[in-house]
C-alpha cells in the first residue's frame, strides 16, 4: 500500500513540473531573439563574413549577388540557411555553405529573419 501512495506522488509531482516547463519556457525563447541586428549576426556569431563580402566574391558569392538572384527568385534567405531549400545562387560550391548550417540551424528565426533582411538590403 505504501507503495501505491509513493509511485502516486511521484507521477503527481512529475506531471506538475512538466506544466510549469510548459508555461514558463515559451515566452523566454522569444525574448532573448529580439536584440541583435542582422549586420551584427552576420559578421558576428554567424562569421559569414569569413566568406561573403559585400560586393566582391571572395570564397563564396558576394551579399550583393545572392540578394539580387534571392529577389529575383522570390526565394526565402530564411528556408535556405534552415537546410530546407535548394541553393539558388551557385549549386557547385554548396558543399562549403553548407558547413555553416551548424551554426544557422541554432539561430532563432528571428535571427534568420533579421540575416535575410540584412542579405536583401544589398540588392539594388
Ligand atoms: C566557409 C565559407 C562560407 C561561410 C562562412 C558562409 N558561407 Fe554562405 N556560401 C558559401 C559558398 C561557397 C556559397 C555558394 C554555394 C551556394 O550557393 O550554396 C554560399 C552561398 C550562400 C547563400 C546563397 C545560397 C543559395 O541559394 O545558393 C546564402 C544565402 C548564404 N551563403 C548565406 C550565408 C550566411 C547567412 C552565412 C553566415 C551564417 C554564410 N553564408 C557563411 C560559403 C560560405
Request: aromatic content about 8%; charged content about 25%; hydrophobic content about 40%.
Amino acid at each position: 500500500m505504501k507503495k501505491i501512495f509513493l509511485l502516486l506522488f511521484v507521477i503527481t509531482f512529475a506531471s506538475c513540473k512538466k506544466e510549469a516547463e510548459d508555461n514558463f519556457g515559451q515566452p523566454k525563447t522569444d525574448e532573448t531573439a529580439v536584440a541583435v541586428s542582422g549586420e551584427e549576426l552576420f559578421s558576428g556569431k554567424g562569421t559569414c563574413t569569413a566568406c561573403h563580402l559585400p560586393d566582391q566574391k571572395v570564397i563564396g558569392p558576394s551579399i550583393a549577388e545572392i540578394a539580387k538572384i534571392y529577389k529575383e527568385k522570390n526565394g526565402s534567405i530564411v528556408a535556405f540557411l534552415k537546410e530546407e531549400a535548394e541553393p539558388i545562387v551557385d549549386p557547385s560550391q554548396y558543399e562549403t555553405m553548407k558547413t555553416n548550417f551548424a551554426i544557422t540551424k541554432q539561430m532563432s528565426d528571428a535571427e534568420l529573419k533579421a540575416l535575410e533582411e540584412y542579405i536583401l538590403s544589398f540588392s539594388k
